[in-house]
Nanobody
Framework: QVQLVESGGGLVQAGGSLRLSCAAS????????MGWYRQAPGKQRELVAT???????NYADSVKGRFTISRDGAKNTVYLQMNSLKPEDTAVYYC???????????????WGQGTQVTVSS
């Protein structure tokens, strides 16, 4: 099994910044892709950004130029630097990972528990 533990959410004023972290642990052989999704009240969960192993990052149009996703492969950790935050960024942010697990190298998808980000106007 694999666990994803997020941290770094909180309350910030519009225009401010926050940095989210997500650390993966468990029976990990390798992580194929890690990403962040968010879900605002009354809305569906949506992609924010993804970063594959050795590949190109992908961002939702709504966060391009403001958010940056990065990854520390040695620590199995993904980060989301969020700048110029807007009230519409308010949501629960979820970490996601596609993982090859030991010992049989099966591929599974995992979610973190979510961290609240609230941006006040």
């Amino acid at each position: 099994q694999v666990q994803l533990v997020e941290s770094g959410g909180g309350l910030v004023q519009a225009g401010g910044s926050l940095r989210l972290s997500c650390a993966a642990s468990g029976s990990i052989f390798s992580i194929i892709v890690m990403g962040w999704y968010r879900q605002a009240p009354g809305k569906q969960r949506e992609l924010v950004a993804t970063i594959p192993s050795g590949g190109r990052t992908n961002y939702a149009d709504s966060v391009k130029g403001r958010f940056t996703i990065s990854r520390d492969g040695a620590k199995n950790t993904v980060y989301l630097q969020m700048n110029s935050l807007k009230p519409e960024d308010t949501a629960v942010y979820y970490c996601n990972a596609d993982v090859l697990i030991n010992p049989n190298l099966s591929r599974y998808n995992y979610w973190g528990q979510g961290t609240q980000v609230t941006v006040s106007s």
